[in-house]
Structure formats: structure tokens, C-alpha cells
């Protein structure tokens, strides 16, 4: 008898779980389906550019994936504290991310004592008027 209280009692709890956190199951099972399986695939975390008329400098960001963005983004972070030519290569990796989260380092780079990087740093930011 209270194996048979036991069984119904854990039907029952099981029930309100299913009954009451239906959403959050529902999600725990469509997690795979929130990657692309192309992006998954993807060696290089590169999405094909979509087919429109205009590409603006702003559009370009949409190529890359958020997990590549990130990596590039502390990799740009850390060579901004070095040289001038990490600094440099800093500037090349904000343009080609295209994002508006490089913005800070690009106003970093207008207060640095060489003139190359304060010139490329204008220029970039140029871009996003």
C-alpha cells in the first residue's frame, strides 16, 4: 500500500512539473534549434552575408557570428594595450568586426600619442555617421 501512495505521489508531482514548467521543458529541448546548424559547422564561426542591394559599414558586422565577435573583440581589447603595431592591428580587427562595440577602443585610440593610430581611429569612426 505505501509503495502504491508512493508511485501515485510522484505521478502526481510529476504531473504539476509537466502541467506548470511546460515552458521551460520546452526550451531545455529546443536549445539546438536556436544555432544555426551551418554556424555550428563552420570552422571559421563565418555566416554568409545576406543578398541585399546596399552593404553599409554598419551591415558588414552581421557576417560574423556573436561567438566569433567575442573572441575577436578581447583579442582587439588586449592588443590595444601594447605597441604601436598591436595597436594597429587593434584598428584593423574594429574594422573589420563593423560594430558599434568598438567604439570605445576607436575613442582610445584618439587620445594615443602616435599619429597613424589617431588618424585610423578618426577614420573608423567616421564610418559610423
Known amino acids: 500500500m505505501l509503495n502504491f501512495l508512493a508511485i501515485v505521489l510522484i505521478i502526481l508531482i ?11 521543458i520546452s526550451n531545455a529541448f529546443n536549445k539546438k534549434k536556436l544555432y544555426l546548424r551551418q554556424e555550428i559547422l563552420n ?6 552575408p545576406s543578398l541585399t542591394k546596399h552593404n553599409h559599414y554598419q ?3 552581421n557576417k560574423y557570428s556573436e561567438f566569433y565577435k567575442k573572441t575577436l ?3 582587439m581589447l588586449k592588443l590595444s594595450k601594447g605597441s604601436t603595431a598591436d595597436k594597429l592591428q587593434s584598428l584593423k580587427i574594429a574594422e573589420e568586426l563593423a560594430d558599434k562595440s568598438t567604439l570605445p577602443i576607436l575613442k582610445r585610440g584618439l587620445k594615443d600619442m602616435d599619429l597613424q593610430i589617431v588618424e585610423r581611429s578618426a577614420e573608423l569612426i567616421r564610418k559610423f555617421k
Open 14 to 24: 510529476l504531473f504539476f512539473i509537466v502541467i506548470f514548467k511546460r515552458k521551460y
Open 59 to 61: 551591415n558588414s558586422s
Open 43 to 48: 570552422k571559421n564561426h563565418i555566416i554568409k
Open 73 to 75: 573583440r578581447e583579442k
